[in-house]
């Protein structure tokens, strides 16, 4: 029978002393590692929620598209999986700066917790991108600057994830996964700004913080409820990945649930 983690309890105590007060005392692995099993099974529900929402009202509710018909609801799917894509790589870079500069332990597992979760929206754009782009452009991929550099970013994060599995030397894989994250950082700008900088076949952006959606109410609405169930996902994901990452790598932090039977 597998055993479960040690729990040392001077773990928690120690670092219940040293974290201080404030977010920043959850940098420590012993305190993270309760507070994030507390908070997975309330994202997973709001994700599915909003998820539910958001099919509803772009499958159903919304109203087809004046020039697309159709065909257009990929891009409710589609739109929120290239947003999250570009956001999650950003934030792995930020732990990864974290933990480059500060040396927490945590900052390089919540890292590699995101990368999977990153891929796979990735692939979600490609895949969807592609589902739109046949009836619409008449080919299933075209050599679009967006979709070239969306596709560089699903290079990264695999190449990330097999960086992460070449070694057994969690210090070095940890520190030249973070260097290959800021070196990738230059990409995403270049996803996001694609469309203005060069003549592509990609539409421009649909919804922008400085001007009025060119978008109905409603369609917006579907894209936004999508957009914040992905969020909730990936969050959710990503701290069940990383209370496994501390368990595996810190079991000093782990909070057994009940006692062990003599």
Not at 21 to 42: D, N, Q, T
Not at 129 to 147: C, I, M, Q, S, Y
Not at 187 to 198: D, E, G, K, L, R
């Amino acid at each position: 029978m597998q055993k479960r983690p040690v729990f040392d309890s001077g773990s928690i105590a120690r670092a219940e002393a040293s974290a201080g007060y404030g977010w920043m005392r959850y940098a420590s692995a012993a305190l993270f590692y309760p507070l994030a099993g507390r908070l997975i099974p309330w994202l997973a529900l709001a994700a599915a929620l909003f998820g539910a929402a958001g099919l509803v009202v772009g499958l159903v509710i919304a109203p087809p598209d004046s020039q697309q018909g159709e065909v257009y609801r990929i891009l409710f799917i589609h739109v929120a999986a290239a947003w999250m894509s570009m956001f999650l790589y950003l934030v792995m870079a930020a732990y990864a700066t974290l933990g480059l500069v500060y040396n927490t332990r945590l900052s390089f597992m919540m890292m590699r917790a995101l990368a999977p979760t990153g891929a796979l929206f990735t692939f979600l754009t490609l895949w969807t991108g592609a589902l739109w782009g046949k009836p619409t452009w008449g080919a299933w991929w075209v050599w679009d600057a967006r979709l070239t550099s969306e596709l560089i970013l699903q290079f990264l994060y695999l190449g990330f994830i097999a960086l992460q599995a070449a070694t057994d030397d969690v210090r070095r894989a940890d520190r030249g996964g973070a260097i290959l994250l800021l070196a990738g950082v230059v990409n995403v700008p270049i996803i996001y700004f694609s469309v203005q900088w060069w003549s592509t076949l990609h539409q421009g952006a649909s919804i922008s913080l400085t001007t009025a959606p060119s978008m109905a109410r409603i369609m917006v609405a579907a894209m936004l409820l999508m957009v914040a169930a992905f969020w909730l996902y990936s969050a959710a994901v990503a701290l069940a990945r990383v209370r496994g990452l501390i368990a595996q790598r810190e079991p000093g932090a782990v909070r057994p649930s009940r006692p062990e039977a003599p």
